[in-house]
């Protein structure tokens, strides 16, 4: 199983493009379940009218040998009347589909998490300073680590530890999404026209 990120944009396109990228994103998700991949929108940017975006950004899931979502990276040709401007004639409107690696640094492995005791502090009287049972976890490939004493059990001290650290490292990963995404909003405006690896057309 591989997890991919997966940008769909309007790019420099005028509404209809942003209309035609919330279309794509539609079809994109319809054709994620049909196959039985799990797809998430882990970021949506609105665009002017209701119904439109400028872009998405979409968490997939495949199994090893799939070319989904593959098959959707390249500028997609929506063909549609506009609703906007009532004799407009143009009826071709690009959008763009690309696909991003998302960092392996920040996939959650439970073998990846080394956990410490260390003593306790703060008020609790002689015992807090003799038995260590405070738990510190810290998160290896980011060197994030959090600690827990809130309890006299070090192994719910563990217990607590292990969350908070969790929560703590998909924290770090959703800024870091966050930061790709930015980053992305490059692509987001270098959206090339033509050649289109798919085309929808809707009717006339």
Not at 122 to 129: E, K, L
Request: hydrophobic share 35%.
């Amino acid at each position: 199983m591989k997890t991919k990120l997966v940008q769909i944009s309007s790019g420099k396109g005028p509404a209809e493009c942003e209309r035609a990228a919330a279309r794509v994103l539609e079809k994109f998700l319809k054709e994620a379940r049909s196959l039985g991949i799990r797809a998430e929108v882990l970021h949506k940017t609105d665009g002017y009218f209701n119904g439109t975006i400028l872009s998405a950004l979409v968490r997939v899931e495949i199994p090893d040998g799939s070319d989904f979502p593959a098959a959707w990276e390249g500028s997609i040709l929506w063909i549609a009347s506009s609703p906007y401007r009532k004799f407009h004639k143009r009826r071709n409107w690009f959008t763009g589909c690309r696909v991003f690696e998302l960092p392996p640094a920040f996939a959650w492995k439970e073998k990846e998490v080394r956990f410490e005791t260390c003593r306790s502090s703060g008020p609790g009287g002689q015992n807090v300073n003799k038995v260590e049972t405070a738990v510190r976890g810290i998160h290896l490939p980011t060197g994030i680590q959090v600690t827990a004493s809130d309890s006299r059990s070090q192994h719910q001290n563990k217990q607590l530890c292990r969350q908070r650290l969790r929560a703590k490292v998909e924290e770090a990963h959703m800024q870091q999404l966050q930061q790709l995404e930015q980053e992305q909003w490059l692509e987001h405006h270098a959206l090339q026209r033509g050649n289109p690896v798919k085309i929808f057309a809707e009717p006339l």
